[in-house]
């Protein structure tokens, strides 16, 4: 059968058909501006539907109830790390109680349409309470009593810092100092992880073969009144052997410390160096002296546990395992409290303050040497006696270590690491760094990290 063509798409020269060419073009146009009206006009969008990115996971947003108290820093980089990782793959909407006097709480989280809870809980009944819900719950650090095997957490995610960690983490930090006395401050009320961070303090000095002192348990009335408890923390401090290392649990016990010092004449940190927990900016930079402290990496905590959640609640409650997640990752951060080596030798000492505060620039054993008024003969033959190495391997280490923080606990690039760690160049950094801990300094990062940006 013969089919009559449209003059209209009579062909040219070229086999392209011009008038098809200018319909397609007007054809395009018009999509356009279907799909704008479905953006201005509400009543549109069934016929265009342009859905979010993240309706291909999930058809509801999901809603969760977050249950952290703010009172104090770790708690309130845990809960930005748990918004970060929203704004990134939600959206999500939540519901907060964070303790509060005003705020408003939620007991019908049904009608809400909670689809998940992140909640740190120091009791049964306060488990219970976030267990009422019949959602995915991640607890954040709950007490060791509540996990276990006949918990009704047994069911669920925990996410628990590995307090004894922290301990190992200042002893070693004291312990590279050359410090051989120590003591550890615990908490008012002697809470299991405060112990647990005595006990991993404790430890690792003794393995080392020092002793070290724990203060004493405090009476309940010196529990309710620092005027009576600061008579004997006095006493205390003024009867260990000095020079002497010692960790706080938390950095307000630190304080505290470091105002007993001050009121006693004793020297900080000549005779006593100072190490808290928790590095809250606000305390550690307005004692006297600044206080050194261990930052424990809130953020990661909470992108960590949002993380948990989602992936949670994408599952089928059956199929939802539990799981322990334990966190390790801190740092020292270095104030006036603890900024001194305890060596005896002077000039060591001095040489040592100069490899640390110019780690980022080229230092030569010449210019420690002249800084420390010796010959570079005779500040050789020191650092082989006092610290076991060279004075350009010391140097090495101490940029090394510096490095293996930085890409622990920043963001930065290799590049700008290996520039504020005296490195050449990033492959500089690279050969050094996998000679040293047999990793490059990628794959050390990648080890520390999560998919976080």
């Known amino acids: 059968m013969h089919t009559r063509r449209n003059p209209l798409m009579r ?157 190992v983490i200042a002893a070693d930090y004291f312990l590279e100092r050359h410090y ?68 706080a649990s938390r950095d307000a016990r630190a304080r505290q410390i470091l105002d007993t010092c001050m009121d006693e004449g004793i020297s900080v940190p000549y005779e006593i160096a100072v190490l808290g927990t928790g590095n809250d900016e606000i305390l550690c930079e307005t004692t006297t002296p600044s206080l050194s402290s261990i930052e424990l990496d809130g953020e990661n905590t909470g992108y960590e546990c949002a993380k948990l959640l989602d992936g949670r609640m994408r599952l089928p409650a059956a199929e939802a395992a539990a799981c322990r997640v334990s966190l390790g990752q801190a740092r020292v951060v270095t104030r006036r409290s603890t900024d001194i080596s305890c060596i005896a030798d002077p000039h060591m000492a001095k040489a040592l303050a100069l490899i640390r505060e110019r780690l980022g620039t080229r230092l030569t054993v010449a210019q420690v040497a002249r800084h420390a008024n010796l010959s570079q003969r005779l500040l050789e033959m020191k650092a082989r006696k006092i610290l076991g190495r060279t004075v350009r391997d010391e140097i090495q280490r101490q940029r090394l270590n510096h490095a293996r923080a930085l890409l622990r606990n920043s963001q930065k690039t290799v590049s700008e690491i290996a520039a504020e760690c005296g490195f050449c160049d990033p492959s500089h950094l690279g050969l050094w760094f996998r000679k040293t801990f047999r990793l490059t300094p990628t794959a050390f990062r990648a080890s520390f990290r999560s998919d976080r940006p």
């Not at 993240?54 to 918004?83: F, M, S, Y």
């Not at 404790?202 to 009144?225: N, T």
Request: net charge positive; hydrophobic share 40%.
């Open 11 to 167: 062909k040219t020269r070229r086999g392209a058909s011009r008038i098809g060419r200018d319909h397609l073009t007007i054809a395009h146009t018009q999509l356009a501006i279907n799909a704008q009206k479905c953006y201005d006009e509400p009543e549109m969008k069934l016929d265009c539907p342009l859905p979010h990115p993240a309706d291909r996971h999930r058809k509801h947003t999901p809603r969760v109830l977050l249950v952290i108290p703010t009172a104090n820093i770790i708690h309130r980089q845990i809960l930005n790390g748990i918004l970060h990782y929203a704004h990134r793959h939600g959206p999500w909407e939540f519901h907060m109680i964070t303790g509060l006097f005003e705020e408003q709480g939620i007991r019908r989280t049904r009608e809400w349409g909670c689809t998940g809870a992140i909640a740190f809980t120091d009791t049964r009944r306060h488990v219970e309470a976030v267990l009422a819900a019949r959602v995915p719950v991640v607890f954040i650090n709950p007490p060791a009593s509540l996990i276990d095997a006949k918990s009704p957490l047994a069911a669920h995610c925990c996410v628990v810092r590995d307090h004894g960690a922290l301990g």
């Open 180 to 247: 051989t006395h120590f003591a550890y401050v615990d908490d008012v009320p002697r809470e299991a992880w405060a112990s647990e961070r005595a006990s991993g303090f404790a430890g690792r000095v003794r393995s080392q073969g020092f002793d070290c002192q724990i203060y004493p348990a405090l009476s309940p009335k010196e529990r309710h009144d620092y005027g009576l408890e600061s008579r004997r923390l006095s006493a205390w401090l003024k009867g260990l052997s000095k020079p002497v290392a010692v960790m």
